[in-house]
């Protein structure tokens, strides 16, 4: 029905930067909420960024000032840029969306997905 695809993330040393990006297929027709999420091992799983419909942005406190969401929705596309990492910053990153489709029976329905993860890793 949707699916998000991830792309962007590998090794990068402490200072360094990446763009992920995240694509949401399927009869898509609205995006209510997007963004990213990221696990450390032995942690929770913590908000990074995400961008609710009206343009509304939330960070974590931790990529505050150095974090950038931005969504394409013509393309139903997230895209996180991320400048001055850190190792602390090291994580499996999900993408996260809230978006209303069509089914199968092209009736509108509402739901919530998880990408598969993209591994971030900063080096020091």
């Known amino acids: 029905q949707v699916q998000l695809t991830e792309s962007g993330g590998g090794l990068v040393p402490a200072g360094g930067s990446l763009r992920l990006s995240c694509a949401a297929s399927?009869?898509?027709?609205?995006?209510?909420?997007m963004g990213w999420y990221r696990q450390a091992p032995g942690n929770e799983r913590e908000l990074v960024a995400t961008?609710?419909?009206?343009?509304?942005?939330k960070y974590g406190d931790s990529v505050k000032g150095r974090f950038t969401i931005s969504l394409d929705n013509d393309r139903n596309t997230v895209y996180l840029q991320m400048n001055s990492l850190k190792p602390e910053d090291t994580a499996v990153y999900y993408c996260?969306?809230?978006?209303?489709?069509?089914?199968?029976?092209?009736?509108?329905?509402?739901?919530?997905?998880w990408g598969q993860g993209t591994q971030v890793t900063v080096s020091s």
């Open positions: 996260n969306a809230d978006v209303g489709y069509y089914n199968g029976k092209l009736q509108p329905s509402r739901g919530n997905y």
């Open positions: 399927g009869y898509i027709f609205s995006i209510n909420d």
């Open positions: 961008v609710s419909r009206g343009d509304i942005l």
